[in-house]
């Protein structure tokens, strides 16, 4: 089974600042990592799959890069409706299928 | 517009079982895979498995492979997921994610979820 290990914990930053997030996984998945947004109360919503394409509807503001082990999520200039939990997930050595840990992304 | 609507909440005890709908509209029903992911109360999201909706045919994580069961019903494009043996471990929201077509481990769409509690 793939581990998903998500940095840092929590991050506090203000809106209008830039926000890094990161994800090693514990052996290469490719670019099959992709990175889902949950707000409190709902359900996770897919923002980025194949390590950097966007999916339908996301701002331009969210990217993702990486390969192999190491993958970053990166939101150039955080919104106030940007403050949630970030998972990544693996597809590429599945069943099963896995999420990291999460990082909550928190106003400063 | 993709619209993926599940069951209410639910309330069971410890060794029963737990039967929730997922029923999806505004797209082609058969055309994606659908697969359940739960999430304990603060934990990161667990996939459970998947099913081929076009075949019929599930395939289950190993962890609950035992205890799982998922079913479809194309003429009301609605997905059943089964639970037996509850725990208390067991309580979680559980989802309903559809699998983006034509990659169908991409989960492009989510239910709105359903809490099952497992209490005595």
């Known amino acids: 089974e793939i581990v998903l290990t998500q940095s840092p914990a929590t991050l506090s930053l203000s809106p209008g600042e830039r926000a890094t997030l990161s994800c090693r996984a514990s052996?290469?998945?490719?670019?099959?990592l992709a990175w889902y947004q949950q707000k409190p109360g709902q359900a996770p919503r897919l923002l980025i799959y194949?390590?950097?394409n966007r999916a339908t509807g996301i701002p331009a503001r969210f990217s993702g890069s990486g390969s192999g082990t190491d993958f970053t999520l990166t939101i150039s200039s955080l919104q106030p409706e940007d403050f949630a939990v970030y998972y990544c997930?693996?597809?590429?050595?599945?069943?099963?299928?896995?999420f990291g840990q999460g990082t909550r992304l928190e106003i400063k | 517009q993709v619209h993926i609507v599940q069951s209410g909440a639910e309330v069971r005890e410890p060794g029963a079982s737990v039967k929730i709908s997922c029923k999806a509209s505004?797209?082609?029903?058969?055309?994606?895979?659908i697969h359940w992911v739960r999430q304990a109360p603060g934990q990161r999201p667990e996939w459970m498995g998947w099913?081929?909706?076009?075949?019929?045919?599930?395939k289950y994580s190993q962890r609950f492979q035992d205890r799982v069961t998922f079913t479809r019903d194309t003429s009301a494009s609605t997905i059943y997921m089964e639970m037996s043996s509850l725990r208390y471990e067991d309580t979680a929201t559980y989802y309903c994610?559809?699998?983006?077509?034509?990659?169908?481990?991409?989960?492009?769409?989510w239910g709105q979820g359903s809490l099952v509690t497992v209490s005595s």
């Open positions: 994610v559809r699998g983006q077509r034509g990659n169908y481990d991409i989960f492009d769409s």
């Open positions: 505004g797209y082609t029903f058969v055309s994606h895979a």
């Open positions: 099913i081929n909706v076009g075949t019929g045919t599930p």
């Open positions: 052996q290469s998945v490719g670019s099959y």
């Open positions: 194949d390590a950097s």
């Open positions: 997930q693996q597809r590429s050595n599945w069943p099963p299928i896995t």
